[in-house]
C-alpha cells in the first residue's frame, strides 16, 4: 500500500536561511515522487517530480529534493528562503499504473522577514 | 496556454440549489479531474475523466454529477448539496498515462453551502 507522512504539520524559517521539508513514504512498487506548492485559495503546482532516473531532483524556484530508497525519504530543500515562498506544501506518491495519488497532509512554510 | 481554468472563483449556494462548476482547458490534455479540498486537508480525488469517458468515481454522493462534454471542458453539476460540502473544488489535467504524470491545477472554486 502507498502512502506518505510529512513529519512536520508547519515549518517556520527566517528569510535567506536553509529550508528543509521532510517526507517520508511507503509503497510496494518504485514510486512515482512529487512536491506540489499551493498559496493561500490557489491551485496546487509542481515543483519538481522523481521518475526514478536522477536521486537528485531539481525543480523550479531553487527548490530541490534527493530520493533516498535506503531511508525511504524525499525530503524538500531550499538553500535560501524567500518571503514568496510562504504556502503550503504537499509530498505525493503514486505507483506505476495507480489509479490516484496519495497526498501527505501538507506542510505550511512560514517565512519570517 | 498552460492553463486551467476554473469558474466561478466562488459560489455559495442553499441546499435546495442547484449549480455547475466548470472547468476548461486548452492543453490538449486527455485526463481531467475533479478534486475536493477542505480547509488545511490535503486534496481528495472525486472523479477521473479519460478520454472523455468516467474512469474513477472515489464514491461520490450521487448530489455530485460529472461531466465532460468535450476533451476541453469538465463540469460538476450540483445539487441538493449539505453544508458539509462546502469546500474548495480543483480542477485539474493531465496526459492520460495516468496519475504519474503531472497535474495542472485551477485555483479552484471556493464553495459555501447555506
Known amino acids: 500500500a502507498q502512502s506518505v507522512t510529512q513529519l512536520d504539520s508547519h515549518v517556520s524559517v527566517s528569510e535567506g536561511t536553509p529550508v528543509l521539508l521532510r517526507c517520508n513514504y511507503s509503497s510496494s512498487y518504485s514510486p512515482s515522487l512529487f512536491w506540489y506548492v499551493q498559496h493561500p485559495n490557489k491551485g496546487l503546482q509542481l515543483l519538481l517530480k522523481?521518475?526514478?532516473?536522477?536521486?537528485l531532483v531539481k525543480g523550479i524556484n531553487g527548490f530541490e529534493a534527493e530520493f533516498k530508497k535506503s531511508e525511504t525519504s524525499f525530503h524538500l530543500t531550499k538553500p535560501s528562503a524567500h518571503m514568496s515562498d510562504a504556502a503550503e506544501y504537499f509530498c505525493?506518491?503514486?505507483?506505476?499504473?495507480?489509479?490516484?495519488?496519495?497526498f501527505g497532509t501538507g506542510t505550511r512554510l512560514t517565512v519570517i522577514p | 496556454d498552460t492553463e486551467v481554468t476554473q469558474t466561478p472563483k466562488h459560489l455559495v449556494m442553499g441546499m435546495t440549489n442547484k449549480k455547475s462548476l466548470k472547468c476548461e482547458q486548452h492543453m490538449g490534455h486527455r485526463a481531467m479531474y475533479w478534486y475536493k479540498q477542505k480547509a488545511k486537508k490535503p486534496p481528495e480525488l472525486m472523479f477521473v475523466y479519460s478520454y472523455e469517458k468516467l474512469s474513477i468515481n472515489e464514491s461520490v454522493p450521487s448530489r455530485f454529477s460529472p461531466e465532460c462534454p468535450n476533451s476541453s471542458l469538465l463540469n460538476l453539476h450540483l445539487h441538493a448539496l449539505q453544508p458539509e460540502d462546502s469546500a474548495l473544488y480543483l480542477c485539474?489535467?493531465?496526459?492520460?498515462?495516468?496519475?504519474?504524470?503531472?497535474?495542472?491545477f485551477g485555483s479552484g472554486t471556493q464553495l459555501s453551502v447555506l
Open positions: 485539474a489535467s493531465s496526459l492520460p498515462q495516468g496519475l504519474n504524470e503531472k497535474l495542472f
Open positions: 505525493v506518491v503514486s505507483d506505476p499504473g495507480a489509479n490516484n495519488l496519495f
Open positions: 522523481y521518475t526514478s532516473a536522477a536521486t
